[in-house]
């Protein structure tokens, strides 16, 4: 009877996963949601992007979270969640191509004044060459080999943060110390 309550108990605990995990996946992808700009929660976007990435970061970064007190933004969730999600990803491939034997770590963190909140992405990879920062947002741009790539992914990101939530992104990254992306998005956007 105890292997019986065994297994009744772990099949209860693999439910809650799963019911978790659709959970994060639908928040991720906002399906739910209409194409207008709604209330959108940055960190509770952030937090469902990680949990849709985590099999890829687990083994590769360590990811610490330093999350301010910021409000609710104007926005359209699934496409900031796809920003997220670029941004880690490409983190993610550049530590992993450095072959450590240790982990690299990826640092998120956020804040805010009175006219913008900001997230700011910051890994310890090998860095991007100065030669070619200014055309990293430029599409089909890639340092990836072919077939790993399309170069679309921040030429994608640029477009979401800049021209459909009126915001700014920069980057910083000297090699072999890292990178860092810093996006400002204005808390209140106007239609």
């Given amino acids: 009877m105890n292997r019986i309550q065994e297994i009744i108990h772990e099949s209860d605990e693999g439910f809650s996963r799963i019911m978790n995990i659709v959970s994060d996946l ?42 301010g007190d910021i409000p609710l933004i104007r926005a359209h969730g699934s496409e900031l969640n796809q920003v997220w999600l670029n941004i880690i990803m490409n983190a993610v491939e550049a530590i992993e191509s450095q072959h450590r034997s240790e982990k690299g770590n990826i640092w998120i963190k956020t804040w805010a004044d009175t006219t913008f909140v900001y997230i700011q992405f910051q890994d310890d990879g090998p860095g991007i ?19 790993k790539g399309t170069g679309l992914g921040l030429s994608i990101t640029y477009n979401i943060i800049t021209n459909i939530h009126k915001g700014k992104i920069t980057v910083h990254s000297k090699e072999g110390e890292g990178t860092c992306f810093t996006i400002a998005l204005p808390i209140s956007v106007s239609q």
Avoid: C, M
Avoid at 136 to 146: A, Q, R, S, V
């Fill in 129 to 147: 060459p100065q030669t070619i920062q200014k055309r990293i947002f430029d599409p089909f741009f890639t340092t990836k080999p072919p077939g």
């Fill in 26 to 67: 639908k928040l991720f992808s906002r399906v739910d949601q209409s194409e207008d700009f709604l209330e959108y929660d940055i960190h509770a976007g952030i937090n469902s992007t990680l949990v849709v990435a985590w099999n890829s970061i687990k083994y590769i970064a360590d990811v610490h979270k330093d999350f």
